[in-house]
């Protein structure tokens, strides 16, 4: 969560009031204390010690308000998030062709309420999208089909990084949850930049991608399990 004292001008309001405390102080202790420039000295440090108390104080309201705001948003953040990793792994069993779809019902329970399962059942997935092949038939790889995937789950994908993405690093105080989405930003730009080179020239680069973003997605999700807890219906 960003502090004022983060932002450009908190530190420099910071560093100047401290100058100001520590010279105004050495300086008075080598005027006569009941002559006006002492009392002047003294009046410069009540106001730089009033203005940075004020900074605190009003530094700590702030704070106080975002914690508030998050936790107004914060489980339905944390629910959107789920449906939109839950949803774009579920459209791996109808793109590629998978021998075992059992692991779908799992990560279809875990988009609305959190669900353990939900990451055996990913796991599993994974583990299936290792055996396949590059190639479903003469004429069209995974790759291919991946490409095809993608324009589906586009939209997942833009609302957790244009969206959700900023919110959670705007509002939340998980930094570990922070880092695992933004790892997913850089895998789903990594799976855009296979389907560029893949368009361009032929080669078997898509799915990997497609590979690892599945396994990014269950990383934000194991982590989303310990902060989501959506009211009891």
């Known amino acids: 969560m960003n502090s004022f004292f983060g932002t450009r001008f908190g530190k420099w309001l910071l560093f100047g009031s401290i100058i100001v405390i520590v010279v105004t102080v050495v300086s008075g202790l080598f005027i006569d204390k009941g002559g006006f420039p002492g009392n002047l000295l003294a009046e410069i440090t009540g106001l730089a ?24 948003v914060r489980n339905l953040t944390y629910f959107a998030i789920a449906n939109h ?59 291919d089909i991946a490409v ?27 930094q570990a949850l922070i880092d695992k989405l933004t790892e997913f930003d850089n895998r789903a730009r990594d799976l855009y930049n296979s389907i560029l080179i ?21 990383s934000v999700y194991s982590e989303l399990l310990l902060v989501w807890n959506p009211p009891k219906q």
């Open 49 to 72: 010690l009033g203005v940075l108390a004020t900074v605190l104080i009003v530094e700590r309201f702030l704070q106080h308000q975002r914690k508030e705001r998050w936790k107004r």
């Open 85 to 143: 990793l839950c949803d774009l792994v579920t459209e791996i069993f109808t793109y590629f062709p998978l021998d075992d779809h059992r692991p779908m019902s799992a990560i279809i329970e875990g988009r609305n309420h959190p669900n353990p399962l939900t990451i055996k059942a990913m796991e599993e997935l994974i583990s299936q999208m290792k055996d396949l092949p590059e190639a479903v038939s003469p004429e069209k790889s995974t790759s």
């Open 148 to 174: 095809d995937f993608y324009e589906k789950i586009r939209w997942d994908i833009e609302q957790l990084r244009n969206v959700l993405l900023p919110r959670v690093i705007q509002s939340s105080e998980d």
């Open 198 to 218: 893949h368009l361009e020239a032929v080669t078997h680069s898509v799915f990997p991608s497609v590979r690892n973003l599945v396994e990014s997605a269950k």
